[in-house]
């Protein structure tokens, strides 16, 4: 069953998530860590908590229309969390657009590429009921 506001309450749950580690990232992590190493902490710790709610997603939308579902999420969470995170720079560092599309060389590109996946491939295995 389509249900829009699980898709929104569960995006907000990870834009959160992420801002908040984009936060401790920049703050704490960044002290002791080169610039690399804390894109990839970035990256890397928000993607069980990604996964983690595509399935909580799946599960409360599986049913006939299970694809619908999953694919308003996997296009919803990508594009609003560059977002969100192109207004955390701008906003925190005052830097420009081009500043933040800088991070696409670095690991940043399979955060996005996850929030894409993870719902579709949640979906497909546990929706499908």
């Known amino acids: 069953m389509l249900k829009p506001s699980v898709t929104f309450v569960l995006w907000l749950a990870i834009a959160s998530f992420i801002l908040v580690n984009d936060v401790v990232g ?3 992590i960044a ?3 080169s610039v690399r190493t ?3 902490y970035k990256v890397l710790v928000p993607l069980p908590y990604v996964a983690m709610l595509a ?3 799946a599960r409360r939308t599986a049913g006939p229309r299970w694809f619908e579902a999953a ?17 955390y720079v701008r906003l925190t560092y005052d ?17 996005i590429a996850a929030l894409f996946v ?9 929706g499908r009921h």
Do not use: K, Q
Not at 95 to 108: E, H, I, K, L, S
Not at 118 to 126: E, F, K, N, R, T
């Open 26 to 28: 920049d703050t704490w």
């Open 38 to 40: 804390v894109e990839w």
């Open 55 to 57: 399935i909580i997603h």
């Open 118 to 126: 993870l719902p579709l491939a949640a979906g497909a295995l546990i």
């Open 31 to 33: 002290a002791t860590l």
């Open 71 to 87: 694919l308003l999420a996997a296009l919803l969470w990508p594009v609003s969390t560059v977002l969100v995170d192109l207004a």
């Open 95 to 111: 830097a420009d657009p081009a500043a933040f599309f800088d991070r696409v060389g670095g690991p940043y590109p399979l955060l």
